[in-house]
């Protein structure tokens, strides 16, 4: 069983920063791919973001990037994202994941709501 709490949601202004944070716990004995997805009211989830085992390979979907940065620290097998220059349209839930190398197993967390203003 693996577990993922997310945390750093809220309420920004347009412009404004937040950083989520994304913590895997239970199978962490593996390597694996942590990524982030969001999925706003009425439409389908979106990728937003991944980070490789090595941290050396981050990927990012076409909306967010150069406004993202994906990060992570495997001694604490959490994942970051630091989201800049928020605009109403990332107003969404924002789903942490992780992929493990091996069986290719893949493990949700809960969400956490990020809402933008205008």
């Known amino acids: 069983q693996v577990h993922l709490v997310e945390s750093g949601g809220g309420l920004v202004q347009a412009g404004g920063s937040l950083r989520l944070s994304c913590a895997a716990s239970g199978r962490t004995n593996s390597n694996y791919n942590m990524g982030w997805f969001r999925q706003a009211p009425g439409k389908e989830r979106e990728f937003v973001a991944v980070i490789d085992w090595s941290g050396r390979n981050t990927y990012y979907g076409d909306s967010v990037k150069d406004r993202f940065t994906i990060s992570g620290d495997n001694a604490k097998n959490t994942v970051y994202l630091q989201m800049n220059s928020l605009k109403p349209e990332d107003t969404a839930v924002y789903f942490c994941?992780?992929?493990?190398?091996?069986?290719?197993?893949?493990?949700w967390g809960q969400g956490t709501q990020v809402t933008v203003s205008s």
């Open positions: 994941n992780i992929e493990y190398y091996s069986d290719s197993e893949i493990w």
